[in-house]
């Protein structure tokens, strides 16, 4: 299953209050490494960016309302998730966002259970320490200049960064695989034979390594 690194921007904090989300952005994994799919849109709200949210992201209400509404991106959207893992920090926020959003569209809310959320993951494996996006890319020392306001794609490219180091994977899994080395597999056995192309040398290469120490190898180098 693929991986989908995912984001979002609001008008505010809670649903409860009505806000609404501005932004969506995602990114695709497959075996951690980033693919060229993407999905990114801009949203009308419908609603007022509060003061507190233009300070994080900079969205005014001007530039927002040129953007489509999330009922014209929704089915796009759901589509670029569909059968995949999401990796979101802080999971909660971002998902009661989406969905209201579905909801109010009266569509299915997004399956929790292929969710992983690497706030918590950060929080387990460094507890009592800072675990917001900007203190992880710290810690790792992931560059996050680019992040002067909190943008849905950025922020994205960061997660998938800090998430391949949570999981203490250094760097992306790439399958090298081929024809040419199936011979070096290990066996499914018990036994976990190991399994190589033995290479015997013929007798003139054999006569020629006899000269070679006997006539090249006279002084102790030890």
Known sequence: MKDVVLDTETTGLSVQDGHRVVEIGCIELENLVPTKNQFHCYLNPERKVSEKALKIHGYTDEF?????????????FLNFIENKNL????????????NNELALLGKNKINEKNVIDTLALARDKFPGSPTSL?????????????????????????????????????????????????????????????????????????????????????????
């Open 134 to 222: 900007d203190a992880l890319c710290k810690r790792y020392r992931i560059d996050n200049s680019k992040r002067t306001k909190h943008t849905a794609l950025v922020d994205c490219d960061l997660l998938s960064k800090v998430y391949i180091n949570l999981l203490d994977q250094k760097e992306p899994k790439l399958n090298f695989q081929t024809q040419e080395n199936i011979d070096l597999n290990i066996s499914s056995n018990k036994d976990k034979v190991y399994h190589k192309k033995i290479i015997t040398p013929s007798p003139e290469e054999l006569k020629l390594h006899k000269e070679y120490l006997k006539n090249k190898m006279k002084k102790n180098f030890f």
């Open 87 to 98: 990796i979101i920090h802080n999971a909660e926020f971002d998902l009661s966002h989406l």
């Open 64 to 76: 927002l309302l040129k953007q489509k509404k999330f009922s014209e991106v929704v089915d796009d």
